[in-house]
């Protein structure tokens, strides 16, 4: 789970279907909202860095051409979570998600 849209599955339009959310998943509460799924493998290869400490952006999904799916938020159950990585201090390299300001 990458973002949590404050929006109802009746009102969120799948991408490249005719269909909402909620008709394509019927069986969850039409006034459920909206979860944001990437999955791990993809999330790992586009975001290494990403420690889920927050959303990623919806623009930044479809500027990196990032496979995302849309459910139901009672349709998920939570089996896993980033967790922070030890590393040691000599390996940490900048990244391109960091600005750095010298004053």
């Not at 979860?35 to 493998?41: F, G, N």
């Not at 799916?69 to 979570?81: F, G, K, V």
């Amino acid at each position: 789970m990458v973002n949590t849209p404050a929006v109802l599955v009746t009102d969120w339009n799948l991408d490249g279907r005719d269909t909402t959310v909620s008709e394509d998943s019927p069986e969850y509460l039409a006034d459920d909202t909206v979860v944001i799924v990437v999955y791990r493998q993809t999330l790992d290869h586009h975001r290494p860095q990403y420690a889920g400490d927050q959303p990623v952006k919806l623009s930044t999904l479809h500027a990196d051409n990032i496979s995302f799916y849309a459910y139901p938020t009672s349709r998920l159950e939570t089996i896993d979570s980033h967790s922070p990585t030890a590393v040691a201090l000599d390996e940490i390299q900048p990244t391109p998600y960091y600005v750095c300001l010298l004053l």
